[in-house]
């Protein structure tokens, strides 16, 4: 499976942004779809994933509220609307595809390039 995000930029406080991953491979429909987030001088942390069917979902306490991620699997790709942003979001967003899943970044095969995301305050 190769990723590709885009949707990253500049925004306010309290503003929104819809991240897109769009993947390439015919494994896209059965593979969980995560986002993970990973700010300068910070470790890479889970922010939200879905499964493959799009049924099932969670989300980091830190987002909880206010991001929602989706799936078409026709269209193999995966949103993250990110709403309510606060300053504390500015990262590189980046999406990753696992069969099975988790929130640990070492669970993901398959890693997208990233975008970045500043919410100025």
């Known amino acids: 499976v190769k990723l590709e995000e885009s949707g990253g930029g500049l925004v306010q406080a309290g503003g929104s942004l819809n991240l897109t991953c769009t993947a390439s491979?015919?494994?896209?429909?059965?593979?969980?779809i995560s986002w993970f987030r990973q700010a300068p001088g910070k470790e890479r942390e889970f922010v939200a994933t879905?499964?493959?069917?799009?049924?099932?979902?969670y989300f980091a306490e830190s987002v909880r509220g206010r991001f929602t991620i989706t799936r078409d699997n026709d269209e193999n790709t995966v949103y993250l609307q990110m709403n309510s942003l606060k300053s504390e979001d500015t990262a590189v967003y980046y999406c990753?595809?696992?069969?099975?899943?988790?929130?640990?970044?070492?669970?993901?095969?398959?890693w997208g390039q990233g975008t970045q995301v500043t919410v100025s305050s």
């Open positions: 990753a595809a696992d069969e099975m899943g988790g929130t640990r970044a070492d669970e993901y095969s398959y």
């Open positions: 491979g015919r494994t896209f429909s059965r593979s969980a």
């Open positions: 879905i499964s493959w069917g799009g049924g099932s979902t």
